[in-house]
């Protein structure tokens, strides 16, 4: 199984980035898909999550409004659309899949069986 990020880079604060990530290996309808962050010297953190069909998302509370997780179950990709970005947005993006037998989604990183390897956004002030 491969899940490969990309998209990250150097942004202003205020400005706009969409990560994508794209996977293989696995039965990609099968599995929820989740970002995770992690800013250097902390933990890593839930962001959002979107279930199997893409009929249910959900987002951290830091990120409503601002994020906005799509996916292509025809292409096996995964998308996390960034605008309003902050400084304290700035961490390394991960996305992970899940294996889900419902449509629901989970915000527990343990839960999830597979680990992209990361790409870094930068938001300046």
């Known amino acids: 199984v491969q899940l490969q990020a990309s998209g990250g880079g150097s942004v202003q604060a205020g400005g706009s980035l969409r990560l994508s990530c794209a996977a293989s290996?696995?039965?990609?309808?099968?599995?929820?898909m989740g970002w995770f962050r992690q800013a250097p010297g902390k933990e890593r953190e839930f962001v959002g999550a979107?279930?199997?069909?893409?009929?249910?998302?959900i987002y951290t509370d830091s990120v409503k409004g601002r994020f906005t997780i799509s996916r292509d179950n025809a292409k096996n990709t995964v998308a996390l659309q960034m605008s309003s970005l902050k400084p304290e947005d700035t961490a390394v993006y991960y996305c992970?899949?899940?294996?889900?037998?419902?449509?629901?989604?989970?915000?527990?990183?343990?839960?999830?069986?597979?680990w992209g390897q990361g790409t870094l956004v930068t938001v300046s002030s």
């Open positions: 979107i279930s199997r069909s893409g009929g249910s998302t």
């Open positions: 290996g696995l039965t990609f309808s099968s599995y929820a």
């Open positions: 992970a899949a899940d294996y889900r037998n419902s449509d629901y989604v989970r915000t527990d990183g343990y839960r999830y069986e597979f």
